[in-house]
């Protein structure tokens, strides 16, 4: 048993910022002979993205479709393991991962650990951590002995290098499998009308912590006294408290220009983090001084968030 | 036909936890029990199913867990779940994920549903694996992160939409009997009536061990795991938030100062 291996993932033309991050954070761990495996069929422009200084490969496994298919990830990948018995197997914790790692690792029999922000691997013990009870924990994992090591890696935790024609192109044959999932088509989100989170300087946004949909009005009419935009945690856009267009995070929209944001009752989950938390300056204001949101804040209030938002509204009348 | 809907109870922390002796879990007594907000959205997707369907649907929910455990699968049981299966014994201590779906594959085996509905992810400790790595067990069709759910007459095939990163959804058509992950937002999950909270006191909850469900020992437990909790500890502050204290009206005064920096007043 021994080297890497990476899964590389892409989408509607365009490869997985994550599965860079990948790529560098075995380099950087210096985990051995790092082949990176690129499925698909318009794959060239994929194949010379992820040749970064310090693999060893890309394997190229040219299909039929660009599009993703559990199975066909899934199918390739136990080929792989068993063709190349690497002693390590990482992957982006995307939600393509999420949709056929935990198959392979059960199936498999590999040690297998999801949403790992941190690891080393050191004669052959891989040791990893990951976040548990709500994020109020780091937990350190090891694995059982004598079986490759299968990680799905936090996105924007590594910091991706730049790609240089490194390491050597070889192609395989695809398995043959019976595709039991199969793509259809895709649908863009609904337009966001003249909502506009990725554009705004300063959010204002609110989540669980607002309790009831009766509450939400006055932190539209908050925002709006402030010159903020008011953003959501995905909880307020499921219950149709306010539109999807306002929800930060993996599945909504990401703060791209935004510069001050005010997280109200927010618990600060890794989904919404993956919104914001790049953000420069981030005020968390919450009633739980452990909610993890304040390892990620430049200030933080540990208090009600109602009471905040009163006293707030007499500093700016409208 | 039937519906297997595997649920967590999840745990939330109280204030001032503190972890175990070995430093391998936080103390039981800080453990505060919910049904998993997933399994909300599960469970309700298969009571829709049922509801919608023309023939007859025996909804069962199963957990891993000790007694503690009764107390999400009566939720469930309330809400209107049929049966419901509790698995327990004191070798699933340290059992993962990967552990924990080869249990549930063994219930899958000796029930034989047409469809297998888990949560994506459980609250606390958000692995996204058990219902995937069910399917791989099984053999079983999959999808995760699944926002709409529509089989066909027959119940042998279905249209699924994922939601992916964005906000962009993706439409596709799975065979059956399959595994899906269901998505926070895909219903509404209703809450349980009196007269269903009362009818779910008489139902019995089945108690089944590894060996009753006919498991061998390198399923079992640890050595049906992938991962071993080596400890747990306090994350260290990526950014130490300065922390503003006082009374509301103060904190919110240096908040509006922190505003009107920023907007250059
Ligand atoms: C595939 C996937 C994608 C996801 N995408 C997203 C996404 O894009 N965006 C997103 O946000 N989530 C997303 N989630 C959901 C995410 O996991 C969390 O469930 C969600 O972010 C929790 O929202 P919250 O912080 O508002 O709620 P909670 O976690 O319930 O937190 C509420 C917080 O409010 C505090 N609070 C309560 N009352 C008050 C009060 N009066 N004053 C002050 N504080 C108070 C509590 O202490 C708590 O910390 C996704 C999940 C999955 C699996």
């Not at chain 1, 790092?34 to 069929?41: A, N, S, T, Y």
């Not at chain 2, 994506?120 to 999959?142: K, R």
């Amino acid at each position: 048993m021994s080297g890497t291996l990476i899964i590389a993932e892409h989408r509607q033309g365009e490869l997985c910022q994550a599965t860079l991050e990948t790529i560098t954070s075995a380099i950087k761990s210096h985990t051995p002979d790092i082949r990176v495996v690129v499925i698909g069929k318009q794959i060239e422009p994929f194949i010379e993205a992820v040749r970064i200084e310090g693999i060893l490969e890309v394997i190229a496994i040219r299909t039929s479709s660009n599009d993703f298919d559990p199975d066909l990830y899934a199918v390739t990948l136990t080929m792989l393991i068993n063709s190349y018995h690497p002693e390590l197997i990482l992957l982006p914790h995307t939600v393509n991962t999420i949709g056929y790692a935990a198959a392979v690792a059960a199936d498999q029999r590999l040690g297998f650990a999801t949403d790992v922000f941190d690891f080393s691997i050191s004669n052959g013990i891989v040791t990893a951590i990951r976040s548990g009870y709500g994020q109020k924990v780091n937990v350190e994992l090891g694995f059982p002995e004598n079986r490759p090591v299968c990680l799905t890696l936090r996105p924007n935790i590594w910091k991706p290098l730049q790609a240089n024609k490194a390491g050597i192109v070889i192609e395989i044959h695809p398995p043959v499998y019976s595709a039991r999932c199969r793509h259809e088509t895709y649908l863009e989100p609904k337009s966001s009308g003249d909502i506009d989170i990725p554009g705004a300087a300063f959010i204002l946004s609110i989540g669980r912590g607002v309790a009831d949909e009766k509450n939400v009005e006055e932190f539209l009419e908050l925002a709006d006294s402030l010159g903020a935009t008011l953003g959501c945690s995905r909880p307020i856009a499921d219950n149709g408290w306010l539109p999807k267009a306002r929800q930060v995070g993996q599945s909504g929209k990401t703060a791209s220009n935004c510069k001050l944001y005010i997280a109200m009752g927010i618990s600060g989950s890794v989904q919404h983090l993956a919104g914001m938390k790049h953000v420069e300056n981030i005020v968390a204001i919450n009633t739980d001084r452990e909610a993890s949101i304040f390892n990620y804040a430049r200030y933080g209030i540990v208090a009600d968030m109602f009471e905040i938002a009163e006293e707030l509204r007499n500093q700016f009348p409208e | 036909m039937k519906i297997l809907v595997p649920i967590k109870q999840v745990v939330t922390l109280d204030e001032d936890f503190e972890f175990t002796p070995d430093n391998r879990d936080v103390d039981h007594d800080f453990h505060i029990y919910d049904l998993n907000e997933w399994d909300d959205y599960s469970l309700e997707e298969a009571l829709l199913i049922k509801e919608s369907n023309d023939s007859p649907i025996e909804i069962i929910v199963c957990t891993v867990g000790n007694e503690y455990a009764d107390e999400s699968l009566r939720k469930c049981l309330a809400k209107g779940a049929d049966r419901a299966i509790r698995v327990w014994s004191n070798e699933l201590k340290n059992t993962d994920s990967i552990g924990i779906a080869r249990i549930i594959a063994h219930i899958a085996r000796r029930e034989e549903p047409q469809l297998i509905l888990t949560g994506v992810q459980s609250s606390d400790f958000a692995h996204s694996t058990t219902g995937v790595a069910t399917a791989g067990i099984l053999g079983w069709p999959y999808a995760a992160v699944v926002n709409r759910f529509e089989p066909d007459h027959d119940f042998t095939k279905a249209s699924i939409l994922r939601e992916l990163e964005g906000g962009l959804e993706e439409a596709m058509n799975i065979d059956l009997p399959a595994v899906i992950t269901i998505q926070v937002g895909i219903n509404k999950p209703r809450y349980a009536s009196l007269r269903g909270i009362k009818q779910a006191q008489s139902i019995p909850i089945e108690e089944a061990t590894p060996d009753s469900l006919g498991m061998i020992d390198s399923e079992i437990g640890e050595s049906g795991s992938a991962s071993i909790i080596k400890k747990m500890f306090i994350p260290e502050k990526l950014s130490t938030a300065i922390i503003i204290e006082g009374t509301p009206a103060q904190q919110a005064s240096k908040l509006a100062k922190i505003i009107n920096d920023f907007k250059g007043v």
